[in-house]
């Protein structure tokens, strides 16, 4: 049995996530397509704005689904699945105040989940008119952008040109693994949008290791000319490239013990992976202190390209403590 896809769509209040999902449903390729909404607050009422969704549509209980929420989740995918009509992909829109890393936590870490559903991946919207001051005043709307795999960018037409530059420099600085998708955004260019998907429509890889090896961040001036303290100049993207084969036993020590005791800091993981003793590339991503089984696919997607890439996004951590880190686990077990 093949597995449902599940797109988390996530964006700040008032970034037109609802706008969104309604135009996307209506386009073929979300046919069968079940939408769980989740809200913040005694009553739910986006549910009603969303058209065309007839009994595929659950609204989970009230809450954050960052919290409380997360043990509806798992209860509304498990009916969903149980359901005769067939479901060919499910939407989770969660409310603009979600932190989705506990959300993609369930989704990889649930056995059961695991069997019935894959992570496809993370849209997060990015309203252009107040995405930088919403960047500046809201940890959650960093944590969306940080750890998307496709960020759309709206209200541009409300924008001026200028203002449009500097949000896409900043959030290209801020993860550098998502393209930046701007207009009348069609469904194709945001499903399959995870890492890596099994039936072979792969995104373009060398956009998310395009980044140099640490990136860094741009400081932003006030009209004083004094450095205003940026949220994300805690966040930092590093992209690991190697061209043997690696030891899947020095891989994995090494991701166990940085989930275990860094894993608050990893806001994201991805990687294709050339494994010695394996006949083909393997995938994996990861959320803070979850990672997902790795997936064996078919055949590389870049011709006789075989290097292993790995891109991390960090909170509050180094880059070079988990480059020196992961150097120093393949080189044991490599001796």
């Not at 990889?108 to 849209?123: F, K, N, T």
């Not at 930046?180 to 995104?203: M, N, Q, R, T, Y």
């Not at 997902?292 to 403590?321: N, T």
Request: net charge negative; proline share 6%.
């Amino acid at each position: 049995m093949s597995q449902i896809p599940v797109t988390l769509l996530t964006g700040f209040l008032g970034a037109g996530k609802t706008t969104l999902l309604n135009r996307l449903l209506r386009q073929p390729e979300m046919a069968q397509t079940a939408v769980l909404i989740n809200e913040f607050g005694e009553i739910g009422l986006d549910h009603l704005l969303v058209e065309r969704l007839d009994e595929d549509a659950v609204l989970l209980a009230a809450g954050c689904l960052c919290c409380t929420i997360r043990g509806d989740l798992s209860r509304a995918l498990r009916d969903l699945a149980d359901r005769p009509q067939e479901i060919r992909r499910v939407v989770i829109e969660t409310t603009g105040l979600a932190d989705p890393a506990p959300i993609l936590q369930t989704l990889m870490s649930d056995p059961w989940l695991l069997r019935q559903y894959r992570l496809d991946g993370v849209v997060a919207l990015v309203d252009a008119v107040n995405g930088m001051a919403t960047l500046d005043a809201q940890p959650e709307a960093l944590r969306q952008a940080a750890v998307a795999d496709r960020i759309v960018l709206t209200k541009t037409d409300l924008a001026t040109p200028e203002d449009v530059a500097a949000l896409r420099e900043r959030l290209e600085a801020l993860n550098p693994i998502a393209p930046i998708l701007v207009g009348a955004v069609e469904a194709s260019a945001l499903i399959d949008a995870g890492p890596f998907s099994g039936d072979g429509k792969l995104p373009d890889i060398e956009g998310w290791i395009a980044a140099t090896a640490h990136h860094h961040h741009h400081h932003h001036h006030d009209v004083n000319g004094h450095d205003v303290n940026r949220h994300d100049a805690r966040i930092r993207a590093t992209c690991l490239r190697f061209t043997e084969p690696l030891p899947w036993e020095g891989l994995a020590s090494y991701l166990e013990m940085l989930a275990v005791t860094q894993g608050q800091h990893v806001l994201r993981m991805k990687a294709i992976l050339n494994l010695r003793g394996q006949p083909g590339p393997v995938v994996m991503h990861g959320v803070q202190h979850s990672f997902h089984p790795p997936q064996l696919l078919d055949a590389w997607p870049e011709g006789d390209d075989r290097s292993s890439r790995i891109v991390f996004i960090l909170r509050d951590l180094d880059p070079d403590v988990v480059e020196d880190g992961l150097r120093a686990f393949l080189e044991a077990a490599h001796a």
